[in-house]
């Protein structure tokens, strides 16, 4: 048996390889190939007639992918677009009065709701779509003792309050005025109008330019008629994807305050099955590892308590139905658009049926709602998909990038950065900075970021002891200030960026000084510091508008393209010096709406910056954000074989440019693994490439190798930030996780493959990919001949790999017939 040797060891790499002998080889090699008569049964239409050259670096020279678009070119011509599916008709809601029944069809999906005689709204069906539903055959056969089991306990609802029967996770909880903790929501009425719901306060999904008003809205009006206080549940649904947004609004109608103690942006229940949740965990420097788990009775809950959506948990979590797969079988995602303290909550009865609650924490929110006043929640993403997690993922990408990511960013080709924190930390300065922008220039890098360190007069930030909230630059680092290093960097033909942390502040500053009330905290108990920091009272107006003043001052002086955006702690002893007493629990939503609205005042403000989410790494990298951070930095550990995790998980639900990942110096800071600098490019191209280390320290070898791996993303970088994302083999599981990116129409890909461990006398298996033309030819890098679709697909590739922590990089091009 033959082997093929699909990367030939390149120049630069050899001599990376001679410095290192612990580099890894390059290669992956194809299995089986006969050694005389390759693939006979393979239906090979024609040869390339020659052999496949390679650059040193195996940069493929028939690479035709078009040449990246300019710095925030908007790309003539998206390659996203659902996750490939038949694209459905625009969507529909209808109602049939005589059965009471809504019907939402959108994409390749049917959603049904019932209005039962009891006034109760019931969910029917979510999933392939079927015409009709009925309701009665849905019916739960009655239990034995119904004494104990009251029919509501076993109906499928949508909006499930307090006290009367369904012992499962209520969506609602209020107090009314003289205590009562149950309410009664019956249905009064609805509307289907076209649009999306329009929020005051909170992020919300956008109307694709191309669309116009096909998105439509249903919004279901229940009443408590103790309270007088009425619920609207609103649906809506997007053209093409199998997609339905959903919030919860409350309003007050009677004469006397209610107590909000919980109101859920989604709450569905789903028939008996066994079901398994995946949900993304983790802490700082391991953001957003994949857990699986079965569901058993019982209920299970990821949440953050922590101020911010957190390293913790995530606010994404999918069900998946027992034949779900990664491309086959039914899951269902559900997101919330909202960066704060969240609970998703999956609980299971005895007798399988299965709720899945997401919204705001009630832990850390209460509200008083007075007569005539209205509150809205977070909106939340619910997805399905009948093509298993990787279909999910398609259709969370595409609906977050086409209606989510602000606007006008999402087909933006978002620049190869280099960041300057591990390069100098907080030893920041004019003139290091442009000798590290210099070399930056020379390695094909197109943003130069400067991080943390750069301001603070009477109180220099020279560690992180002191100067946050002090927005003005130190005189002895920058002496001319951010505009003229910003200058100087863009006549290198650099876009230049800074690091900021706005809604934080050190006590070792003259903010502080001057404003100690402007933090969170409550009287009487001591204010917790974490990191030498205290979180700012965004809950406050003046505090929104001396941030959004700040802001707008460094932001005006002009050159600068990109903003870093971070938060580094979490909140504690929440509490604001400007709400009365028996709001104080008001406080940490307060400040969501407060950050939601600096933010988007900044970035109408400045619509050319680039600003990029951080929070500690990926502690608010959630859906919320997305209106006004295209992108976000997923972790502070930069270790290449910790990010497999990490990207891939992030990966799950949200859009693959917007995963920041940069190329650090070795042995790794936060770990302290070694590993090549291939490996190190492989994983950061696989996402959002940028660099993090100091590029004078480089070796001559090690600055051609980048070189030539920038020069190769830059023409990949289509493919990878806008294709189809797969995983083929995912990192949580497998020694050799992969994952691949291709054109919607299957005619050019690029995978990644990875090995992390060596592992003596095992066999790697075949790696099989995806999404291509089965009766197509394709050239795939290193291989003499070209390969059929099917082949690759159903037969697979086996890569070799020698040592740990190895990697291949290969494109694949589909031939004309
Ligand atoms: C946080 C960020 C890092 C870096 C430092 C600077 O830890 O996540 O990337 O910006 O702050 O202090």
Wanted: charged letters at 20%.
């Amino acid at each position: 048996m033959r082997t093929q040797r699909l990367f030939p060891a390149s120049g630069a790499f050899l001599n990376e390889r001679k410095r290192n002998p612990m580099t890894p080889r390059q290669g992956l090699h194809l299995l089986p190939f006969g050694a005389t008569q390759p693939r006979q049964s393979e239906p090979v239409k024609t040869s390339l007639g020659a052999f496949q050259r390679w650059s040193p670096f195996g940069v493929n020279l028939w690479q035709t992918l078009k040449n990246p678009t300019k710095l925030w070119a908007t790309g003539a011509a998206s390659l996203h677009s659902a996750q490939g599916a038949a694209v459905g008709p625009a969507p529909t809601i209808t109602f049939d009065p005589a059965n009471q029944v809504f019907k939402l069809q959108s994409g390749t999906m049917s959603y049904f709701l019932h209005v039962n005689p009891e006034g109760d709204l019931e969910g029917l069906h979510w999933g392939k779509p079927v015409d009709t539903v009925h309701p009665e055959l849905l019916k739960s056969t009655p239990g034995l003792d119904r004494s104990w089991q009251p029919a509501l306990d076993l109906t499928a609802r949508e909006f499930p309050d307090m006290g009367r029967g369904d012992t499962k996770t209520p969506a609602v909880k209020i107090t009314a005025a003289q205590g009562q903790s149950s309410s009664q929501f019956k249905y009064v009425g609805h509307e289907i109008r076209p649009g999306l719901p329009a929020l005051k306060n909170l992020p919300q999904f956008h109307e694709a330019e191309t669309v116009g008003n096909a998105c439509k809205t249903l919004i279901v009006r229940m009443r408590d008629d103790v309270t007088k206080v009425d619920a609207e549940l609103t649906y809506s649904v997007l053209p093409e994807f199998n997609a339905v947004i959903r919030g919860t609004q409350l309003i007050n109608r009677g004469s006397e305050p209610v107590q909000i103690e919980k109101l859920a942006s989604f709450s569905t229940d789903f028939p008996p099955e066994d079901y398994r949740l995946l949900t993304l965990s983790g802490t700082w420097i391991r953001e957003a590892q994949e857990e699986t788990v079965p569901l058993k009775p019982g209920k299970l809950t990821i949440a953050s308590n922590r101020g911010f959506s957190s390293h913790a948990h995530n606010p994404f979590i999918t069900l998946l139905r027992p034949d779900a797969t990664e491309d086959h079988g039914d899951a269902y995602g559900v997101a919330l658009v909202y960066s704060g303290s969240f609970s998703a909550e999956v609980e299971q009865n005895v007798q399988q049926h299965t709720r899945l609650t997401m919204g705001l924490n009630p832990d850390c929110f209460s509200w008083r709602l007075q007569p005539g006043e209205r509150f809205e929640t977070p909106l939340a993403l619910g997805v399905y998909s009948d093509q298993g997690l990787n279909g999910l993922s398609r259709q969370f990408h595409s609906v977050f990038r086409k209606h989510l990511v602000r606007k006008g960013w999402a087909d933006k080709t978002p620049p190869v950065l280099l960041n300057t924190w591990e390069a100098v930390y907080f030893n920041v300065n004019h003139p290091e900075a442009i000798e590290i922008a210099k070399k930056a220039k020379a390695l094909g890098v197109e943003l130069l970021v400067v991080d943390d360190g750069w301001f603070g007069v009477k109180y220099p930030r020279n560690n992180d002891q002191a100067g946050l909230g002090d927005w003005v630059e130190n005189p002895d680092k920058l002496p001319g200030g951010l505009q003229a290093l910003g200058k100087a960097v863009n006549g290198l033909g650099l876009k230049f960026g800074i690091w900021v942390e706005p809604e934080m502040v050190n006590p070792n500053s003259e903010l502080y000084e001057q404003h100690p009330d402007w933090v969170l905290h409550q009287p009487g108990r001591a204010r917790t510091q974490q990191r030498n920091q205290l979180v700012l009272d965004l809950g406050r107006t003046e505090v929104q508008d001396h941030l959004i003043q700040s802001m707008s001052r460094l932001f005006d002086a002009g050159h600068i393209q990109y903003v870093k955006w971070d938060l580094n702690r979490l909140m504690t002893e929440v509490g604001s010096a400007a709400l009365p007493p028996r709001q104080q629990k008001e406080a940490e939503h307060r400040y969501m709406l407060g950050i939601y609205r600096v933010l988007k005042v900044l970035t109408e403000k400045y619509p050319d910056i680039l600003f990029e989410g951080c929070a500690s790494g990926g502690g608010r990298f959630d859906a919320g954000m997305l209106p006004y951070f295209s992108q976000s930095w997923a972790s502070d550990n930069t270790d290449a074989a910790s990010r497999l995790a990490i990207q891939s998980g992030f990966a799950r639900a949200y859009p693959i440019k917007g995963i920041g990942a940069h190329v650090s110096d070795v042995p790794n800071h936060q770990v302290g693994r070694t590993t090549s600098l291939k490996f190190r490019f492989h994983t950061a191209m696989s996402a959002n490439l940028g660099l993090e280390l100091d590029p004078r320290k480089m070796t001559p070898d090690e600055t051609a190798f980048a070189k030539a791996q920038i020069a190769l993303y830059k023409t990949i970088r289509p493919i990878v930030q806008d294709g189809h994302y797969r995983v083929l083999r995912p990192s949580k599981t497998n020694n050799w996780p992969a994952w691949m990116f291709s054109r919607p129409d299957g005619s050019e890909a690029v995978v990644f493959a990875f090995q992390k461990q060596a592992e003596p006398g095992l066999q790697i298996p075949m790696l099989k990919l995806a999404g291509l033309e089965e009766g197509a030819l394709y050239s795939v890098s290193g291989l003499e001949k070209p390969v059929s679709g099917a082949y690759l697909m159903h037969v697979g590739l086996r890569p070799a790999f020698e040592g740990d922590y190895d990697s291949a990089l290969l494109q694949l091009k589909r031939l004309k017939n």
